[in-house]
C-alpha cells in the first residue's frame, strides 16, 4: 500500500507540474493585467504602466516568474494578489472551506438520495416507479445549473422570502445552491445506482444467495449492495472533481465566497497569482481525491488491494 | 381540484418545514446595506482604480477638498486656498480640531505625509501616481497651512485632490503598522470609521461621531461586493440590500416595478462613442464621416436599446462635465440627407463599413447592432467585430489596426473635459492612433496652463467644436448612472459619479 501511494504522489507532482504551466502560460496570453488595472483611470501613460508591471514583477521573463511561483508553491506561498496586495493563501484559506463544504453538503444530498431510489428503481425494474424514477432523472439531468439557481431564487427568495439569495450566511444559505448542485448529480447517480445494481443482481452469486433461501433484504444490502459499490465510489470520487468545476457557475450565481467565485475574478481581473493558486489548489484536491478513491477500492474489494 | 388541494398543502407543508430557516427580513434599523461590484482587495487610496473603492472609501476618508452630489466643488480638510507666486504655489489652511479615527490629529505634516508617499516609491507601485504628477512636493509653512508646489499647471487639481490617490492618511498609524496593515485595517478622517473587512465577502464601518461635518445619522454602513446583477437586484428585492450599484438597463424594469423599490436613473459620468478611423476606408473623408453621423437615429437607440437611460450627447462628454457647452447641438438625423452625402462623396454602394467593440459588453452589442442596421439603410456593408477587451485596448486601438469605426467608452471621475479630450486627440496619445493635428494640439496644450475659470472652459468648448466639425467621432451618448433603491432609505443623495457620503442617510 505504501508503494502504491508513493508512485501516485510521484504522477501527482507530475499532474501539478503540467496544470501550472498551462494556466501561467495561458493567462499571460490573454491580455496585460497593468492595462486592466488602470483601465478607467485617469491619465495613462506608458510610464505609469511600466511602474506597475515593474512593481507586480511581469518584466521579468516568463520563466523566472514561473519558477518564482513553483519555489513559492513549496513553502505554501503564493504570492499577492495584484488587487490591493492580499495574499493568495489566505484568500484561498477562506475560500477553499466555503466551496468543500458547499460540495461536501450538495454530494451528502445527491447520495441520500439517489442510492435509494436507484435501489428501488432497480427492483422495480420495468414497472412504474422504475419508470417514474428514469423520467425524473433525465429531467433533472436536463435542466442547466443556472437556469435552475436563478428559477429557486425567484420562487425562494422573491415570491416566498423564505431564503436569503446569495451569500453565505447560515445553513439557510446552503440550502439553494445545494440543491442545485444535487439535482444534477442526483439525476446521473440514480441511473448509475440502478445499472450497477442491475448488473449485480443478474450474478450467479446472487442466485446461489437466493437458492440457499436468503431473506431478500439480506441479498440486497449484504451481497448486492457492497458489490455494486465500486464503480459508485469510482464515480462519485471522480464526481467531486467535476463538481468543483461546475461549482464556478453556481457559486457566481449564488456570490458564494468560494474557489469558483475567486478563480472567476482572477480570471476578468487577469489577477494572476490568484488565478494560478486557485487552480493548483483544486487540482492538488483532485488528485488527494483520486488518490482516496484507490484507497477506498481496496477497502470495499480485498482483491484489488492484492492486485 | 384535488389536484391543486394536494398542490396546495404540499407548498404549505414546504412553507412550514422550512420556516425555521426564515430569514429576519427587516435590517437592523440604522444599518445601509450597499452592493457593489467588485471587492478593491486594498483600502489604501494609493493603491486602488476602482469606483467601487469609492463607493465605500469616500466615507472613510476625506480631501483637502470635497464634492458633493451636486459635483460642485467645496471646502474640505482644507477650509481655503489661494493661488500664489505666478501660479506655482498654492497655499491651503488647514481645518482645525480634526481627527483621525484612531485620534491622531490631522495637520500639515499628515498632508506632507499624505503627498510624500503617493508621489515617491509607495505611491510609483499603484495606479494614482499618475494624476498628481503636477504637484512638485508639499511644504509645510505652519502647522495649519501647507503650500503645494506646482512642477507644472494644473488646473483640475482642486477636483483631484476630492478623492481618489489624494485622500488623506495618518502618518503614525502607517509608519507604525505598516503598509500592509493599513490595506485591510483603513484609517481617515471621514465620517465612518472601519470595523471589519471580510474579503470578497463585505466591509463593514461604523458612524464616527466626532467627525467635524457633525455625526452622522446611520450607525453602520455595510458595503457587500456581489459581482453578478441578478444577484444583486434578487438581494434588492428580498430586502436585504437598501442600495443596489449594478444595474444593467435590461434589469431597470424589474426595479421600477417592484413595489419596495425606487429606481433612480441620473446623469452619470460614462460616455459613448463610435471614434472613426481618419486615416483609411470611406471614413477618410470628412464627409463620409458626417454623413455616417447623420445616418444613425441616436435618439431612436437611445430610447429602444438603452430603454431612455441615456441623453444624446454634441461632444465626447456629460452634460456635467467642466467644457460641455450646452450650446451645441448634435448632427440631426436625417437619412435623406446622408444618402446624398455618400453619393456626392462618390462612396461606392456596399462598402464597409467595420465596427470593433469591447465583446463582453452586452449593451454596446445591441447599440452595435442597432446602428449597423442604420448603416445597411445607407447602403454600406457594416460587420460588426467584438474583441476580448484587453486585446481591443492593448492592441487593436493602440496599434492603429481598428476598423472604420471602434467602440470608446469612458467616464472620468473628475467631469473635466480635459483628461477626456487630451487622452482622445492629442499626436500620439494611446487612444488617437490616427490623428496628427497640430491646431488641436496646441489648444489641448494651452488649456492646461490656464487656471482662469472661464477663459479655460471657452478654450475646452473650441476644442469640442473643432473635434465635432472635423467629425472625429460619433457621439452616441451620455450612460445613466442607475441605482436600485429600497424605499427605507431616506436622504439618499445619489451622486453622478458613485462616491456615496452617507453622512444624512437614515434608513426607516
Redo the contacts between chains.
Keep these: 500500500m505504501a508503494g502504491f501511494i508513493f508512485k501516485r504522489l510521484l504522477q501527482a507532482i507530475f499532474v501539478i507540474l503540467a496544470v501550472t504551466l498551462i494556466v501561467a502560460f495561458a493567462i499571460r496570453l490573454s491580455g496585460d493585467p497593468a492595462v486592466m488595472l488602470l483601465s478607467g483611470g485617469g491619465n495613462v501613460t506608458e510610464q505609469d504602466l511600466q511602474n506597475i508591471r515593474q512593481a507586480l514583477g511581469l518584466e521579468r521573463p516568463f520563466h523566472v516568474q514561473y519558477l518564482g511561483f513553483l519555489e513559492g508553491i513549496l513553502v505554501g506561498d503564493f504570492g499577492k494578489s495584484f488587487m490591493g496586495a492580499t495574499p493568495v493563501s489566505a484568500l484561498i484559506a477562506q475560500a477553499l472551506p466555503a466551496t468543500l463544504l458547499l460540495a461536501f453538503v450538495s454530494l451528502l444530498i445527491s447520495i441520500v438520495l439517489s442510492v435509494p431510489l436507484g435501489i428501488y428503481a432497480a427492483v422495480h425494474r420495468g414497472r412504474w416507479p422504475d419508470q417514474m424514477i428514469r423520467i425524473l432523472s433525465l429531467v433533472g439531468l436536463s435542466f442547466p445549473n443556472f437556469w435552475l439557481a436563478i428559477m429557486l431564487v425567484l420562487l425562494f427568495s422573491i415570491v416566498l422570502g423564505i431564503l436569503p439569495p446569495s451569500g453565505m450566511e447560515g445553513p439557510e444559505s446552503f440550502v439553494m445552491p445545494a440543491l442545485t448542485m444535487a439535482t444534477i448529480l442526483t439525476a446521473t447517480n440514480v441511473r448509475l445506482v440502478r445499472t450497477s445494481m442491475l448488473e449485480t443482481l443478474s450474478q450467479q452469486y446472487i442466485m446461489v444467495a437466493r437458492s440457499k433461501g436468503l431473506r431478500d433484504r439480506v441479498v440486497l444490502y449484504k451481497h448486492a449492495l457492497r458489490n455494486s459499490a465500486i464503480p459508485l465510489v469510482t464515480y462519485i470520487g471522480l464526481q467531486f472533481g467535476s463538481l468543483i468545476g461546475g461549482i464556478v457557475i453556481v457559486e457566481r450565481v449564488f456570490n458564494w465566497p468560494g474557489m469558483g467565485t475567486l478563480a472567476f475574478d482572477a480570471i476578468s481581473n487577469r489577477d494572476y497569482p490568484v488565478l494560478q493558486g486557485t487552480i493548483t489548489v483544486l487540482a492538488l484536491f483532485i488528485i488527494l481525491i483520486n488518490l482516496l478513491v484507490d484507497i477506498a477500492y481496496g477497502l470495499i474489494d480485498p482483491r484489488i488491494r492484492t492486485e | 381540484m384535488k389536484f391543486s388541494t394536494t398542490l396546495k398543502a404540499l407548498g404549505l407543508t414546504a412553507?412550514v418545514a422550512?420556516?425555521p430557516?426564515?430569514?429576519s427580513?427587516a435590517q437592523a434599523a440604522g444599518t445601509l446595506t450597499v452592493a457593489v461590484a467588485?471587492?478593491?482587495?486594498?483600502?489604501?487610496p494609493i493603491?486602488t482604480?476602482?469606483?467601487d473603492w469609492s463607493s465605500a472609501a469616500n466615507n472613510i476618508f476625506d480631501g483637502l477638498t470635497a464634492r458633493g452630489a451636486d459635483m460642485k466643488l467645496k471646502p474640505g480638510l482644507a477650509t481655503s486656498w489661494e493661488l500664489m507666486d505666478n501660479n506655482s504655489r498654492i497655499r491651503f489652511k488647514l481645518r482645525e480640531n480634526v481627527k483621525f479615527h484612531n485620534g491622531e490629529p490631522f495637520n500639515a505634516a499628515a498632508v506632507k505625509f499624505t503627498f510624500d508617499r503617493l508621489l515617491g516609491e509607495e505611491g510609483?507601485?499603484?495606479?494614482?501616481?499618475?494624476?498628481y504628477t503636477s504637484i512638485d512636493r508639499v511644504e509645510v509653512i505652519d502647522d495649519k497651512t501647507v503650500d503645494f508646489i506646482m512642477k507644472q499647471p494644473d488646473p483640475v487639481l482642486l477636483t483631484k485632490l476630492a478623492g481618489y490617490g489624494a485622500m488623506i492618511v495618518p502618518p503614525k498609524y502607517i509608519q507604525e503598522k505598516g503598509d500592509?496593515h493599513f490595506?485591510?485595517n483603513p484609517v481617515g478622517t471621514g465620517p465612518f470609521k472601519f470595523v471589519e473587512y471580510?474579503?470578497?465577502?463585505s466591509l463593514t464601518l461604523e458612524a464616527f461621531p466626532e467627525h467635524w461635518g457633525g455625526a452622522p445619522k446611520l450607525d453602520k454602513v455595510v458595503t457587500?461586493?456581489?459581482?453578478?446583477a441578478?444577484?444583486q437586484v434578487?438581494?434588492l428585492?428580498?430586502?436585504?440590500l437598501d442600495v443596489a450599484t449594478l444595474i444593467p438597463f435590461g434589469l431597470a424594469p424589474t426595479v421600477e416595478k417592484s413595489p419596495n423599490l425606487s429606481l433612480m436613473s441620473i446623469t452619470g459620468p460614462t460616455v459613448v462613442s463610435l471614434r472613426l478611423n481618419t486615416k483609411e476606408g470611406i471614413t477618410k473623408d470628412v464627409n463620409v464621416r458626417k454623413a455616417l453621423i447623420m445616418g444613425i437615429d441616436r435618439d431612436a437607440i437611445i430610447k429602444a436599446v438603452l430603454l431612455g437611460h441615456a441623453k444624446p450627447i454634441a461632444s465626447f462628454q456629460s452634460e456635467l462635465s467642466f467644457g460641455n457647452d450646452p450650446a451645441m447641438k448634435p448632427l440631426p438625423f436625417d437619412l435623406a440627407q446622408a444618402k446624398k452625402m455618400l453619393q456626392d462623396a462618390k462612396v461606392p454602394a456596399g462598402a464597409p463599413v467595420r465596427i470593433d467593440f469591447r465583446g463582453n459588453d452586452a449593451t454596446f452589442r445591441e447599440v452595435a447592432q442597432a446602428a449597423a442596421g442604420f448603416l445597411q439603410a445607407l447602403g454600406l456593408k457594416p460587420a460588426l467585430q467584438p474583441h476580448?477587451?484587453?486585446?481591443l485596448?492593448?492592441d487593436i486601438i493602440p496599434n492603429g489596426k481598428t476598423g472604420e469605426a471602434w467602440h470608446q467608452s469612458w467616464?472620468?471621475w473628475?467631469f473635466d473635459y480635459d483628461?477626456t479630450a487630451?487622452?482622445m486627440y492629442h499626436t500620439g496619445e494611446?487612444w488617437n492612433p490616427y490623428g496628427k493635428d497640430p491646431k488641436l494640439d496646441a489648444l489641448l496644450e494651452k488649456q492646461r496652463t490656464v487656471y482662469d475659470v472661464k477663459e479655460r472652459e471657452k478654450i475646452l468648448q473650441e476644442v469640442a467644436r473643432y473635434v465635432a466639425d472635423q467629425a472625429l467621432e460619433l457621439p452616441l451618448y451620455n450612460q445613466n448612472t442607475l441605482y436600485g433603491v429600497n424605499k427605507r432609505v431616506k436622504n439618499f443623495d445619489a451622486p453622478a459619479d458613485r462616491r456615496f457620503r452617507f453622512t444624512e442617510t437614515t434608513v426607516e
Excluded: C, H
Excluded at chain 2, 471580510?198 to 465577502?201: A, E, M, N, R
Excluded at chain 2, 457587500?224 to 453578478?228: G, L, P
Design positions: 412553507a422550512l420556516a430557516l426564515m430569514v427580513k467588485i471587492d478593491p482587495g486594498s483600502w489604501d493603491d482604480f476602482l469606483v510609483k507601485k499603484g495606479p494614482q501616481q499618475s494624476n500592509a490595506n485591510l471580510s474579503p470578497k465577502v457587500r461586493f456581489i459581482s453578478e441578478n444577484t434578487a438581494e428585492q428580498s430586502g436585504r476580448e477587451p484587453p486585446v485596448l492593448n467616464g472620468g473628475t483628461n487630451y487622452l494611446k
